[in-house]
């Protein structure tokens, strides 16, 4: 399946204010920490969660929310439940770029989260999160 469900590109924005992230293990955790409450379907819960790490006016990130929100019957109706999660892969580029891929498994198909970082000096940002069904990204 080939549809995009939903794609958040939301790059570095206008409020340069947002908090950072001093590790790669810190935004590993952060970005656990938001597949566990997405699973669970507690979108506002995992998203104001990001909102001290995203340079991204907090009106915004919770516009987001209600686009999850809404679309998320679709997703139920046409995966069905969610059976859990698996953390796939990390990927970097250079020191700057951070990138994580989860598997948010339900009963009948799987979709994907990407979480992006970016460290412009020394301490990492979410610079991007996405979630799609079509899984051709993921293979190698």
Partial sequence: MKTYILLILLSFSGN???????????????????????SKEKFKNAFDSAKP???????EIDGLVNQIKQQWPIVNQRFGKTTGTEFIKKENIGNSFLRFYYLHKFENHAIYWQFDFYKPKKAWKINHIKFLDSLDTLYE
């Fill in 16 to 38: 340069t204010f947002a908090d950072t992230l001093k590790s790669i293990g810190d935004a590993r955790k952060l970005s656990d920490k938001m597949v566990n409450l997405i």
């Fill in 53 to 59: 790490f995203w340079p991204l006016p907090k009106v």
